[in-house]
């Protein structure tokens, strides 16, 4: 089970850390994953990361912003935002999958947790 929290309002420009705690004795051999939705559109990848955590996989758009990473001592992923823009609003959800290819696109996403509420205001 994956449960992700972090989420709020921040002014544009500003930073916010999600993290996605997993409960579970399989957590570390999953790789992870960050998507999220805005209001009327599909769900978007942002990011992904092996299992292990050497590797890592970005949407274009997030390189550079975003940082995802993981510790597999406190069952936990984390995604690192910066340089909020008003158009990174969304719904964050967290993802679980085999490998980082299969994790980084949502029918093949193993399991989801909830999604925590970003709003970056202008």
């Known amino acids: 089970q994956l449960q992700a929290f972090g989420g709020g309002l921040v002014q544009a420009g500003g930073s916010l850390r999600l993290s996605c705690a997993a409960s579970?004795?399989?957590?570390?051999?999953?790789?992870k994953g960050w998507f999220r939705q805005a209001p009327g559109e599909e769900r978007e990848f942002v990011a992904a990361i092996s299992w292990s955590g050497g590797s890592t996989y970005y949407a274009d758009s997030m390189k550079g912003r975003f940082t995802i990473s993981r510790d597999n001592v406190k069952n936990t992923v984390y995604l690192q935002m910066n340089s909020l823009k008003p158009e990174d609003t969304a719904v964050y959800y967290c993802?679980?999958?085999?490998?980082?290819?299969?994790?980084?696109?949502?029918?093949?996403?193993?399991?989801w947790g909830q999604g925590t509420l970003v709003t970056v205001s202008s």
């Open positions: 993802a679980a999958g085999v490998d980082i290819r299969t994790v980084s696109v949502p029918r093949t996403v193993r399991s």
């Open positions: 579970g004795r399989t957590f570390n051999t999953y790789a």
